[in-house]
């Protein structure tokens, strides 16, 4: 589980993810408690949807950065 802290803390959500799934699974082989796979399981969902939130954010970021530049261009072009 520190390995899985760490990767969040690095913002590897997708990494994360993985080994909570690679934990729940040898849980399951060890008959655990089914409250306790749930837990770990939506765990990697949060984790998978903090990836496409950043991945997300990350975009539209790049996008309007394109957009406010072009504007820019725009009219330095129209001020000459």
Known sequence: ???VELYRKSHRHTDA???LVK???DLRNLNASPLIL???YVTAAL???SFKTRLLDAQIT???QQTVNTQVIL???TDS
């Open 1 to 3: 589980m520190d390995l």
């Open 17 to 19: 993810a993985r080994m």
């Open 23 to 25: 934990i729940a699974e």
């Open 38 to 40: 749930k837990k770990i």
């Open 47 to 49: 984790e998978m949807e």
């Open 62 to 64: 790049h996008i309007t």
């Open 75 to 77: 009219y330095i072009n």
